[in-house]
């Protein structure tokens, strides 16, 4: 089955990194990927954009079916192979319900990190609006708080919901991605522990992106958040 599936990526970047955690999880290693640069552009390639006119990754494809949206190919992946590898989605409803819940928020914890490290990243300083600057840090950091609220309520050593869930496969590399750029551990203790938790699970583990392994040192941007 896992040859029937393909998969164009790009390192370090949390939607590619859910859909492999996924991949892991469901056991379908031996899938066709192909890593692509963003650096080169070549997530702009004819290949990409003659299967994602938007020209992002990741590019997921299941026999004909083509997949551009991470959490579509988790939820789809989950759907087709439920009861392959690890169920991703509880069955009581409450706690499905949460996991849903989770997994949805995690898309906005992912926009807002952006909003932050690709702004400061990339807009040349003389260009940048210290207004939009501060405003957007402070969003994040709000954000952030909240979610460390989220896990006081679940204890310590546990998922968002319970078992390992899509909402964990969505949430982790945003999470991996926020510490990789500087956060600080001792401000956001219980992002830190959860952190910890995962990073040694084996989906997580065997898909880490490459170039973080090449370069374990990370950056500052959000050193002072």
Not at 174 to 182: D, E, L, W
Request: glycine share 6%; hydrophobic share 40%.
């Amino acid at each position: 089955m896992a040859k029937k599936m393909s998969l164009l990526w790009g390192s370090g970047s949390p939607p590619c990194w859910r859909v492999m955690i996924t991949l892991e999880e469901k056991r379908f290693q031996g899938y066709k990927r192909k890593l692509l640069s963003f650096e080169a552009g070549e997530h702009k390639s004819a290949e990409v954009l003659e299967l994602n006119p938007r020209g992002q990754l990741p590019v997921f494809k299941h026999r004909d079916s083509v997949l551009n949206e991470s959490i579509a190919a988790c939820l789809f992946l989950e759907n087709q192979y439920q009861l392959k590898g690890t169920r991703l989605l509880p069955q009581t409803p409450a706690e499905q319900a949460l996991a849903l819940q989770r997994m949805v928020e995690g898309i906005t914890l992912n926009d807002k990190l952006n909003a932050v490290i690709y702004y400061e990243w990339f807009v040349p300083e003389e260009e940048r609006c210290e207004t939009g600057v501060k405003r957007s840090r402070e969003v994040l950091g709000a954000e952030l708080q909240l979610w460390e609220k989220y896990l006081e309520q679940v204890g310590p050593g546990a998922y968002l919901a319970g078992a390992f869930s899509l909402a964990d496969v969505t949430v982790f590399p945003s999470v991996a991605c926020a510490f990789r750029f500087g956060l600080s551990v001792l401000r956001y203790p219980k992002l830190a522990k959860y952190y910890s938790l995962l990073k040694g699970r084996a989906s997580i583990k065997v898909s880490w992106p490459p170039h973080w392994l090449e370069s374990p040192q990370g950056y500052d941007v959000l050193k002072d958040l």
